[in-house]
Nanobody
Framework: QVQLVESGGGLVQPGGSLRLDCAAS????????MGWYRQAPGKQRELVAT???????NCADSVKGRFTISRDNTKNTMSLQMDSLKLEHTAVYYC???????????WGQGTQVTVSS
């Protein structure tokens, strides 16, 4: 089993920054991919960014140049640095882990990010 715990959400003004962290525990393999997803009110959950064990990243076009994803395989942690935040970035952000071979997915409970003036 895998447990994912997000932290770092909150309220920020447009143009501000936030850093989200995800701590993974349980049976973790460094080859598993990890990522961040978000779900805004009334919308489906969508990809924000993913990162493989080797550090290869994939970001949604809407966050390229603003968000940076990173992970520390030695600590089983992952982070999302969000800069130049906009109102439309308001959502619940979820940490995700996907098994390399079985493709089984695990999710955190989510952390609220609110961008408002």
């Amino acid at each position: 089993q895998v447990q994912l715990v997000e932290s770092g959400g909150g309220l920020v003004q447009p143009g501000g920054s936030l850093r989200l962290d995800c701590a993974a525990s349980g049976t973790i393999f460094s080859i598993d991919a990890m990522g961040w997803y978000r779900q805004a009110p009334g919308k489906q959950r969508e990809l924000v960014a993913t990162i493989t064990c080797g550090g290869n990243t994939n970001c949604a076009d809407s966050v390229k140049g603003r968000f940076t994803i990173s992970r520390d395989n030695t600590k089983n942690t992952m982070s999302l640095q969000m800069d130049s935040l906009k109102l439309e970035h308001t959502a619940v952000y979820y940490c995700n882990l996907e098994r390399r071979y079985s493709k089984q997915n695990y999710w955190g409970q989510g952390t609220q990010v609110t961008v408002s003036s």
